[in-house]
């Protein structure tokens, strides 16, 4: 007991070193919700995220928002208390990883139908979400090899197979979709396989599992929960129990490791898979120019 509170100390007070250290926070945050003066807003957006010298990506859409943002702790700060003044955002609930640079190298507010694309119109989770799990929760029945009512826990990836081949949950299914809106129709066909387990869906900050579930209810799955915070929320929690490699990432950290710490792992330049640190040993590795996945392509143009 005593070394598992000594652990969760130190390593509670290594991440306030790290925090205190970083010159830039990184944000992640959505929320589904009702959103219907985009277009008015927008300018707002883009002018404040001007002033305060943050960059990123905004995504404003009719069903809610989603944003990833990198500054300085004031600057973040400032636009996290602006955008909570808005009684829609007051309860956003906020991720944050540190970094040296900036995460992104510049500042973009889009306009979007959907937070993020399914082509699943009927599904609008502010109006109920599928139950949820904590990363303590999981962590315990993973521990534990079922959930509380007995009943076998098995992990659904939700996200793209060239982001799950960077690091996921041991022994998870992986259907190696290669965009989100292929999802329904694989979780449709493979049903009652999945039959008498408790499934819960993870994606790397909650969204694409917080829609993957709520459809999966309504065909019929009776016993679903969405990861609470997706694999950064684990991480943070957690850190990498039952779970193998990294969590790919859409900025240039590439990855992060469950320490929330960027990791050697990089995107090709020439055709944007993901370089293992093992893969850029291979002399098929040139930096801007070529990676295993396309050298033998390059090489016969």
Not at 120 to 126: G, Q, T, Y
Not at 180 to 189: D, G, K
Not at 265 to 275: E, L
Request: hydrophobic share 40%; aromatic share 8%; proline share 5%.
């Amino acid at each position: 007991m005593h070394a598992t509170i000594d652990h969760a100390v130190s390593t509670e007070a290594h991440a306030t070193a790290v925090a205190a250290a970083a010159a830039h926070v990184n944000i992640a945050a959505y929320k589904f919700v009702t959103f219907d003066n985009i277009e008015q807003l927008r300018p707002q957006y883009q002018a404040l995220c001007k002033e305060l010298g943050l960059k990123g990506t905004i995504l404003l859409t009719p069903e809610g928002i989603n944003l990833f943002l990198s500054g300085p702790r004031a600057q973040i700060d400032r636009f996290l208390a602006w955008l909570r003044s808005d009684a829609r955002f007051a309860d956003i609930e906020v991720k944050e990883s540190y970094s040296e640079e900036q995460s992104h190298k510049r500042m973009l507010v889009k306009i979007k139908q959907e937070i993020i694309t399914m082509r699943m119109p009927l599904i609008k989770p502010e109006l109920g979400r599928a139950p949820a799990v904590s990363p303590t929760t999981l962590k315990r029945w993973l521990d534990q090899g079922h959930d509380d009512a007995g009943k076998p826990v098995v992990m659904v990836d939700t996200r793209n197979a060239f982001e799950v081949d960077v690091g996921t949950f041991d022994n998870t299914i992986d259907y190696r979709i290669a965009k989100f809106t292929e999802f329904p129709a694989v979780i449709a066909a493979n049903r009652a396989a999945l039959a008498d387990k408790t499934v819960v869906t993870f994606c790397t900050g909650g969204i694409r599992c917080e829609k993957a579930a709520i459809h999966m209810q309504e065909i019929g799955y009776d016993s679903v929960y969405q990861l609470e915070g997706g694999i950064l929320k684990y991480f943070e929690e957690v850190g990498g129990a039952h779970y193998t490699g990294d969590c790919f990432v859409f900025d240039y950290r590439t990855a992060l490791n469950p320490q929330l710490e960027p990791t050697v792992t990089v995107q090709c330049f020439a055709c944007r898979a993901v370089v293992t640190p093992r893969q850029q040993l291979s002399p098929q590795y040139v930096y801007e120019i070529s990676c295993p996945h396309c050298a033998p392509v390059a090489e016969t143009e």
